[in-house]
Structures are given as C-alpha cells and as structure tokens.
C-alpha cells in the first residue's frame, strides 16, 4: 500500500473564491483551511456562498 499526501492548493485556492468573486478576503483562508484546500469542494461551496449569502464569507 502506498500513500499520497496533497498539500493545500494555496494560491490555486485563492484563485478559486476569487473566480466566484467571494467578499471578505482576510476569510478565504479560514475556509480553505477547514475543506483542507479540496479544490471541488471550495468550487460547490464558493457557489453556495455566492448564492445563498451573497459572496459574503463570514
């Protein structure tokens, strides 16, 4: 058996909630840190934030 550990897509990441246009940039790390930098649950979350909450992340 072998293990792959991924580190957090950083910059990639920011690029993400940017791309959705999410507010509240000093939040964008808290929440890449909490879904661990997965770049298809910040995608489906950043959407939901941008629908439901109007691109405000805190």
């Known amino acids: 058996m ?3 550990i991924l580190g957090s897509l ?3 990441a920011q ?6 246009q999410l507010a509240d940039r000093e939040s ?10 997965n770049p298809r ?3 489906i979350l950043a959407t939901t934030i941008k629908e439901l909450f109007g691109s405000q992340v805190a």
């Open 10 to 12: 950083g910059i990639a």
């Open 15 to 20: 690029e993400i909630c940017q791309k959705h």
């Open 28 to 37: 964008w790390e808290k929440l890449i840190n909490n879904y661990q930098g």
């Open 2 to 4: 072998r293990t792959l």
């Open 41 to 43: 649950w910040l995608d």
